[in-house]
């Protein structure tokens, strides 16, 4: 049974470029969580998607999007790359209401 | 607003020790779930324990026990006769907002790194 898996595992990008990260849910799971971790901090929530929708949504700007496909899975895109949105973006899925994350290995960006 | 601290930043004990983690968590709802994560060094948080607000019953699993009362907003963390394999960093989070019907996110804490020495 396959876990969370995340793609790419490590990005470099440059200031102002965009980036897109895709996450791909435990087997079962119908709900996608992304998070944000700067290094030494906790994860802070990005936003949650279910059914294809944006459900709920963390203290981020505009320029953090995102996107769930009719399999479950999910990409995050950053538009207009600043050097503090380098950190490990973390995807987390769980099965509808449940508070119960699986979180995958991350995929750390790193932004020059 | 929700808020978890772990003021802990770094613990550090020799191999067969045992050690307990602190975690003191804000809500103002009287219905929220807490969570214990471990992080090794590979990125990816392992999930450990989960606890509503209406089981305030501690539990031990293994060599981990926790800790959870109401009455001080603590949930902490035990693990007996530590090995170097427990080297992680641990978090505390904490889910709410259930009555709003907005109980989609975990707030964490910044974390503590636990190191295990042989």
Known sequence: DAGVTQSPTH????????????CSPKSGHDTV???QQALGQGPQFIFQYYEEEERQRGNFPD?????????YSSELN???LLLGDSALYLCASSLGWSEKLFFGSGTQLSVL | AQKVTQAQTEISVVEKEDVTLDCVYETRDTTYYLFWYKQPPSGELVFLIRRNSFDEQNEISGRYSWNFQKSTSSFNFTITASQVVDSAVYFCALSEGFSSGSARQLTFGSGTQLTVLP
């Open chain 1, 33 to 35: 969580s992304w998070y």
């Open chain 1, 63 to 71: 320029r953090f999007s995102g996107h769930q496909f009719p399999n």
């Open chain 1, 78 to 80: 950053v538009n207009a």
């Open chain 1, 11 to 22: 990005l470099i990008k440059t200031r102002g470029q965009q980036v897109t990260l895709r």
